[in-house]
């Protein structure tokens, strides 16, 4: 009779592991098909705002600024329900105005999107990171030293607790932080 019970306890165990082991594999599924969607609608959506300048807008000679300007623009109408996607699409179009050398206008971009990430992703996810470090860039390309070096330090923080001390992300954020020293 003890025998019989202990095995019951067994499979009860092996069960509930079980039961675990395919919740987290659902969620995790879950995750990875959300990602692989905003990472498609993010595609899109830079296809479709660099494909399709308006002659009777912009004239014969369109610059890539207006373009930027005009997606930015757009976002706050067609991702309103979708924060996760507009924060990483601010993070893109951010990141295209500092290749652009346009600092300031990347400020701006990066500001409200790592503002959504953090609201929508959390502090410490990477995507939120990347945002930061993004950010930190464009401080530093607008002279804006003092915010730089605050959220710099703030981004290599968080991402030492979550990636390690030597992980590249991590690494980056430390050479920032140099670079803003």
Known sequence: EVLASD????????KAETDGALAESEQARKKEEEAREQAEAVSKYLVEAFRSPDPTLDGREIKVMNLLDRAVAKLDTE???SPKTKGRLLDALGQTYQGLGLPAKAVEALEKARAILQESHGPEDAATLASMNHLVEACLGTGRVRDALALC???L?????TLGPDHADTLDSMCNLAVAY
Not at 157 to 161: G, S, V
């Open 7 to 14: 095995r019951l306890t067994e499979t009860q165990a092996a």
């Open 79 to 81: 991702f309103a329900g």
């Open 153 to 155: 330090d703030e981004t």
């Open 157 to 161: 923080k968080l991402r030492k607790a």
